[in-house]
């Protein structure tokens, strides 16, 4: 049996500590001369997820140290279990778990928007989601971000087509066929082996949506030339290097 577990966490940015347990890896950040820390009312929420296998289906939410809702953002840390339409369909196999009957199935990103929704409302001061493919491809949930006016930087497949003033493309051919004056080399953050420079760029997006700005950021490994991609949005222009940051995170 594989269990999936949704995570949202706050990241303090200013401190190069990670508030927040992350499930797949812990995301940290640091002061550096070149990508500044945002105003902590400015800290993105980072939603992961994980797969457990041989693990017992249970709800948690918890807190760093056992401590409880209420003692300030810096002791944000929220999961949420993800079960799959094949659970959710099998009420015996539900209840001999302890899910709770009449648990409806929902999507991770579904689950995802609810959680920031309730991060939100508690008024946690992020200003900003990160996370990967799972979450960037899903329009429903960068729509419900919108509306909350909560930037984002959310990872999106290779194939996912994005519509520009020159048309729409993939998001690879666009890539590919980028002049060598639009990529800059810039630090995601620090890493085990010092900082993570990649060669970055920034495409503006075509979006049917006028509020803020639509962009889409491509990350080049300097080495393999491996590539990733990240539909972001802001209510206000913001630097690439804000953008770069929180890539990093997600």
Partial sequence: MIVSCLSVGLTDQAADTTLADM????????????????????????????????ATPVHRHRW?????AGRGDAQLRRRALYLPRSWTEDTDRCAAAGVPAGTPFRTKPQLAAEMIARASDAGTPAGWVAGDEVYGNDPQLRQRLRER????????????RIRTHAGTRR????AVTLPASMWQTRSAGPGSKGHRRYDWALVHIDDPDPRGEHRLLIRRARRTGELAFYRCWT?????????????GMG
């Fill in 171 to 174: 998001a690879i051919d666009l």
């Fill in 235 to 247: 209510p206000e222009p913001v630097p690439a290097a804000a953008l770069v940051r929180v890539a």
């Fill in 64 to 68: 760093p140290g056992g401590e409880r």
């Fill in 149 to 160: 006016g909560l930037g984002h930087v959310l990872g999106v497949a290779r194939d996912r």
């Fill in 23 to 54: 499930p797949l890896d812990q995301a940290r950040t640091s002061t550096t001369a070149t990508l500044p820390a945002p105003p902590r009312n400015n800290r993105p929420l980072v939603i992961r997820h994980r797969h457990r296998r041989g």
